[in-house]
């Protein structure tokens, strides 16, 4: 009687794995290729947009048909394209000297003298519509020895899971600062979670007062926005604000590219934070922003002696803007008189 044996003998092994080694490189190239055909679509020069884009593909298919019969081949003409890549993606620089939109046209920088602290560039804009407004941009200087609040706001406008998102630092003057982590915009150009992937815009800090880029969300764009006021020792709460100084003035010196996932308005808030606090642990919600509310209510961050969806119902500021006069003061009509503000 003849026993088959069931083993695999060291040939067929040895066919298995080149099975699986041209099956991962041909995976490698198609993902590459896919990846080069996004970045092109974003950073080639209009002209030649198409043309390296139907090469970028033609060499990719010519390197997955060549992995059948010359992987050698195949694998060598993948690396020198990923180095030829890798050489032009590293060529683009981000760029402070650019035709950008009105509304991130300016930075806000810094001076420190003591406790006296001196923004540039506080956008202040009268927004009648989305692409009606008035542009002022001012200077103004803020005493850190009456910082007496720091408030989350969170704008929700379509996905609730995604959020933007502003801290909002109040003054015993009664005045406020927002500092918002933004793409920069060039003339023309729309958001794109896409091209937040592919260094299409850079990244601006921008300092505007609460009657403008909070009331641009409320009551221009009828955004869904929650205000949270932040339970912080005022050690920490300085702390905050100057981290803010200190990378918009980085950011003036040295721009760098808005980044959809890892360098975007939340995380921007998240870096800073562990600045003051290293031992702050990471969390999904500070990736998908419009969970951020929880992630504060976990660590106790903001107010929970509440239920966490009363806290949210609260929160919620945009029917109170929307029903305060225009000419009013927004910053007192959108917080509780309970909270003064």
């Keep these: 009687m003849t026993t088959i044996s069931t083993t695999a003998t060291p040939r067929n092994k040895w066919r298995a794995l080149t099975l699986i080694a ?112 008035d542009p002022v941009w001012q200077t103004e200087q803020y005493d850190l020895a009456l910082l007496q609040s720091v408030d989350l706001l969170n704008s929700v406008w379509s996905n609730p899971a995604i959020a933007h998102t502003l801290v909002s630092f109040g003054f015993a003057d009664g005045r406020h600062v927002v500092f918002s982590a933004e793409i920069r915009k060039e003339r023309g150009e729309a958001f794109s979670e896409i091209g937040g992937f592919f260094k299409e815009f850079e990244l601006v800090l921008i300092a505007a007062e609460e009657g403008d880029i909070v009331r641009l969300r409320t009551n221009i764009r009828r955004e869904t926005v929650s205000l949270y006021p932040l339970l912080l020792p005022p050690q920490i709460a300085r702390a905050l604000f100057m981290s803010y100084i200190e990378k918009a003035n980085a950011l003036a010196a040295q721009p760098e590219f808005y980044q959809t996932i890892t360098a975007n308005c939340t995380t921007i808030v998240f870096g800073l934070a562990r600045l003051i606090d290293p031992g702050i642990p990471f969390d999904w919600r500070i990736i998908v922003s419009g969970y951020l509310p929880d992630y504060l209510y976990d660590r106790g961050l903001i107010r929970t002696d509440l239920p966490l969806s009363k806290v949210k119902k609260q929160a919620e500021i945009s029917s109170r803007a929307q029903a305060a006069p225009i000419l009013g003061d927004y910053s007192r009509a959108i917080r509780p008189i309970s909270d003064g503000g």
């Excluded at 896919?34 to 080639?44: I, P």
């Excluded at 033609?58 to 048909?65: E, N, P, Q």
């Excluded at 992995?67 to 060529?91: I, N």
């Design 22 to 133: 041209r099956f991962v490189i041909r995976l490698v190239i198609v993902i590459f290729t896919a990846w080069f055909t996004l970045a092109a679509s974003y950073q080639a020069a209009p002209g030649w947009k198409w043309p390296v884009i139907a090469a970028g593909i033609l060499i990719g298919l010519i390197a997955v048909l060549a992995v059948g019969r010359r992987p050698v081949l195949a694998c060598a003409l993948l690396l020198a394209t990923m180095l030829l890549v890798s050489y032009w993606w590293s060529s683009i620089r981000p760029s402070n000297d650019r035709d950008f939109a009105a509304d991130v046209a300016h930075g806000v920088t810094a001076t420190i003298a003591g406790d006296r602290i001196t923004l540039y560039n506080v956008r202040s804009f009268q927004w009648r519509t989305t692409e009606d407004f």
